[in-house]
């Protein structure tokens, strides 16, 4: 009886190969018309586009130059952050300066060697009010920051005469004005401060202290506006 032979197993995998290579060059060619496809038609719209645009005139170079502007440096906010701690511990809530204040209609300070002819002038608004801060409504821990850093700029500015609005505390729980007694406090520790004052009624009254820092040696006061 003759021996039956198996059917040959490698056309089966010869023909799968020839149906891949049919689809991928299937695949292929439907690949390339799509992006020849798209290519005329952006060449017919930029044909469009030229006869659409074909008698207008250029308009003349003005010969203007476009400056950049500098590139910014990064903020070294670490060393910032560190700066603003140092002089946020340069003031204590301790200190005592109840005995050096003027209990007078003003509630004035001096620091020791300042005339009292300084809070006088300063009462009367012989400097002009440069800067201002407003604190009413911070709590300690953002008001007394707020202050140290609004003092360093006002100095580095060479602002002589500046308006430090504390509040009169009608907002706080025990109705007392919180912030009052620690911005003077607060105020008398900063050596660029000369003296200070309670504001006159139309600069803020019992809200707001009018305070002089030091400036240069040669600066005299200005004279305010009548108002």
């Not at 995998?13 to 690949?31: A, C, F, I, P, Y």
């Not at 496809?37 to 719209?45: D, N, V, W």
Request: net charge positive; aromatic share 4%.
């Amino acid at each position: 009886m003759p021996r039956r032979t198996a059917p040959l197993s490698g056309l089966d995998s010869l023909e799968g190969v020839v149906r891949l290579l049919r689809d991928q060059t299937r695949e292929r060619r439907e690949t390339e018309r799509r992006e020849e496809l798209k290519r005329i038609r952006s060449q017919a719209e930029a044909n469009v586009f030229r006869s659409a645009v074909a008698d207008a005139t250029p308009l003349p170079d003005p010969g203007r130059i476009i400056q950049r502007p500098p590139r910014l440096s990064p903020a070294p906010r670490q060393r910032q952050a560190d700066e603003r701690e140092v002089l946020d511990q340069s003031i204590s809530d301790e200190i005592d300066i109840e005995s050096l204040l003027e209990t007078d209609e003003s509630l004035s300070w001096r620091r020791p060697g300042i005339g009292a002819d300084v809070v006088k002038r300063l009462r009367r608004g012989q400097w002009s009010i440069r800067g201002q801060i407003d604190l009413h409504g911070l709590r300690v821990d953002e008001a007394r920051p707020a202050l140290v850093e609004f003092l360093v700029h006002a100095r580095r500015n060479e602002w002589r005469c500046l308006r430090i609005i504390h509040g009169k505390g009608l907002g706080s729980p025990s109705r007392e004005p919180v912030l009052k007694g620690k911005v003077m406090k607060w105020l008398a520790q900063r050596e660029e401060v000369m003296a200070f004052c309670q504001a006159r009624p139309n600069d803020g009254g019992a809200g707001a202290l009018i305070v002089l820092i030091r400036g240069p040696r040669y600066s005299s006061p200005v004279r305010q506006p009548p108002t």
